[in-house]
Structure formats: structure tokens, C-alpha cells
């Protein structure tokens, strides 16, 4: 009998009014072209491509709460990020998300949970995203999205495409965070939820804190990873909105996400935060696509 191949669906959300600096709606754009289809392939992937997901433009969209700006827009195209995580689940297929902002979580978290009901997800990030509309000094959304997914951000996140919470913060494990809010420190130790911060990394070493969050986050429901660009340091990922020095190495993201796949836990991933205007040569999304690869499967021999 044929072996069945392995299917990804890739879903962009091109979503930039999460955060302040334009660009990263560029992003799937980006990735595609440095590609990311013939890799997935190269992989053995039977792969689908759904496009970007409908998503307004900040100058022809109306403010109407600073604290949490554009959410009702945001949300709009999170529950078609939603909807097509859901469907790619149907397929059996993984759903590979390319942000965008790191709003768009909220879309594909709601969506794994619609489908499996609660999970628990590897958030690699410098930042935490666990503000709230009460703590967030800039009322950008990307910096609540994991905060709203595990249903602590308020109610104004709720929405008939996901149930909330969609994530269960005990099987939640934070990996490079080394910029966190003060609001945000708080809610993490009233959560209890697991972060390995860069200081810490640095001591025991990125392959035993990635196996200590694997360990943390497996579990029933869904497996999810999410990959910000800016958990790389500057240097190695230049194209990022907000960036912060001291971050991971080439090696160690590759790492990382080689013992991703090693786990087999993943049943979905998401990159985003690729901002093109700020890129060098495409480097930033060049190195996305190659952590996307070893997040699936590639090895070195």
C-alpha cells in the first residue's frame, strides 16, 4: 500500500493592526518568496496554500478603544485564520499560519481548540503577550494575544469562532522571553505558567529548556508552536518590529525547533512578526523559512 503523505495547509494573515510599525503585513509575502512551498516539499509535504485571509488596512479603519486598538477588526480576521485552521484539521492536515502580527494567534489558537477543544501551546517569543487591555501600556493587540487564548484578557475577546479559554495555562511554556510588562510579570506568576527566559537559557542551555517545555505542554486537546521572529537576537533576524538584543542564536532556534520535531507533538504552527521594510536581503524571512523546516522535520544528516 502507498504510503499517505503528510499534509500542510498554509494559511497567511497578512494582519498588521496589532502593533504600531508598518510592514508586517509583508510578511507572508516574504516567506512565500523565499521558499517556503518547494521546502515544505522538499520535506515530502503535500502541500495546500489557502492564500491571505481578508484583512482591513489601518488607514481606512476607525479607532474606537486605545486600549485595545482595532480589536474588532483583528477579530474579524482572526475568525477566518479560525475557520481555516479548523478545516485544515478536518484534512488532517497541519495548519502552518505565516503572520502578520502576533494577533493572528488568537485566529489560529481559537481554531485548534474549535476543533480539539483546550491545548497547550510553545510560545517562542522575547516577549510574553500576556497583557491585557488594563495593563497593556500601548494597547497594541499582539502584545495580549496568548493573555486573551487563555481567556484572562476579558470578554471583549470572545467570539463564536473559538472558545475561550483555548488554552490550558497549565500546559502553556514560554521560550526566550526577555522583555516582559510589569502587568504582565504578574498575571504570569498568578497563571503559573512555565517561562524560560533568556537568563535562564543561558544557564542550563536551550536543548534542556526545550525539552522541559515539550514535556510541559504535551498533553490532550492540541499541540501548537508559535514562533516570533523576535526571540532571534537582531543580528541573526533584523526584520522584526520589536526587536530586543540578547536573543537566540541561529543554532539554538534551529535547535529548538529540531527537537520540535523530534517530539512529534505539533499538530499546528505559526511564524510571524516578519517585517520585510525593516529587513536585510530578506534575511529574516529566509531564516523563517529554514526554522519552519526544522520545525517539520529537516535534518542535518
Known sequence: MAETRRKVTVIGAALDLGQGRRGVDMGPSAMRAAGLEDRLRSLGYEVRDCGNVASPEPEATALHDERARFLPEIKETCARVARLVTEARADDAIPLVLGGDHSVALGTLGGMAKAHGSGGVLWIDA???????????????HGMSLAAALGLAGAEFESDAWPLPAVDPARVALVGARELDVGERKLLREAGIRVFTMSEIDRIGIERAVREALD??????????????????????????????????????????????????????????????????????????????????????
Open 127 to 141: 516577549h510574553s503577550d500576556v497583557n491585557t487591555p488594563a495593563t497593556s501600556p500601548s494597547g497594541n493587540v
Open 216 to 301: 510541559r505542554i504535551a498533553g490532550g486537546g492540541f499541540v501548537h508552536v508559535s514562533l516570533d521572529m523576535d526571540v532571534l537576537d537582531p543580528d541573526v533576524a533584523p526584520g522584526v518590529g520589536t526587536p530586543v538584543r540578547g536573543g537566540l542564536t541561529y543554532r539554538e532556534a534551529h535547535l529548538a525547533l529540531e527537537l520540535v520535531a523530534e517530539s512529534g507533538l505539533a499538530g499546528s504552527l505559526e511564524v510571524v512578526e516578519v517585517n520585510p521594510i525593516l529587513d536585510r536581503e530578506n534575511t529574516t524571512a529566509l531564516t523563517a523559512v529554514e526554522l519552519v523546516a526544522s520545525a517539520l522535520g529537516k535534518k542535518i544528516l
